[in-house]
């Protein structure tokens, strides 16, 4: 029986108009539609499919706001078991070594997890570091941007994809994996599943309750801070010509004064 933790995150949409709030700078989460992240499904489509094959059971980790129990009820909805929600105030503008911290605290409510899989960067963010950061506080082998998976026994088999091939990786569990949009094409939950997920257990926990030191979470505990932020300027209007037989020679020219040609 195998045992799987997902980290899901809720994020803005893609779609949505993304800002900072004017205070701290921070992601302002409140001004855009907010959506489960769609590497996430797929890591949850991955142990979906490892549970299918054998006997194991399904947790999805989440932290977050409140309202980022809508994405934990679409991971559920899919077909995992339960959550665990991290839910505190303290942790608005943590950045990514804290919320490794709270992540791995928060591993010790799933009971006796033998994989955790993530996406390989968030959209939000983008930062790819995460699942790294996890392994190494956890001290369990990190298998990361995964095109394909496989599991045989305890073993743990991993197709990593590069800018200069394909790296094969293998470790024993426990281990943490980060999957890529290639892993798979995620389902899309049923009616019947959408129903059930409202009966799934969804326990909700504050960082007091994961023994993690909270001067070490937030803005006063990251190691960086953003002083001055500002929108994207708007787009410029192109410049247009007009061809009088010489189009050629002034498109030429053009290019050649921004250094293109």
């Known amino acids: ?22 205070s701290d700078h921070t992601l302002d989460r409140e001004s855009a539609d907010a959506v489960i992240d769609e590497i996430n499904e797929r890591a949850v489509e991955e142990a979906l499919k490892i549970k299918e094959a054998g006997e ?93 998976l496989s599991l045989e026994g305890t073993t743990l088999k991993v197709d990593r994809e590069t800018e200069d091939g394909v790296t094969h990786l293998e470790a024993n569990l426990p281990a943490v994996v980060s999957v890529t949009e290639k892993i798979n094409e995620p389902r899309y939950p049923s009616f019947k599943g959408i129903m059930a997920a409202k009966k799934k257990p969804v326990e909700t926990v504050t960082v007091a309750d994961l023994g993690v030191d909270a001067g070490d979470l937030g803005l006063p505990g990251a190691s960086s801070t953003v002083l001055e932020a500002a929108p994207k300027p708007p787009r410029a209007a192109g410049e247009r010509v007009d061809d009088d037989g010489d189009g050629g020679v002034k498109t030429a020219e053009y290019l050649s004064g921004q250094k293109l040609i």
């Open 1 to 22: 029986m195998t045992n799987i933790a997902v980290l899901v995150k809720q994020v803005p949409d893609t779609y949505s108009e993304r800002k900072l709030n004017e």
């Open 56 to 148: 194991g059971e399904v947790t999805v980790l989440c932290v977050g706001p409140d309202r980022a129990t809508d994405a934990i009820r679409k991971a559920l909805s899919m077909g995992a078991d339960k959550a665990v929600h991290v839910s505190d105030e303290a942790l608005q503008g943590s950045d990514m070594v804290a919320t490794a911290k709270v992540i791995a605290g928060a591993l010790g409510k799933v009971d006796g997890y033998d994989l955790v899989i993530a996406g390989n960067e968030a959209s939000d963010g983008r930062g790819g570091a995460i699942p790294a950061m996890l392994a190494e506080i956890l001290g369990v082998p990190q298998l990361t941007h995964a095109r394909e």
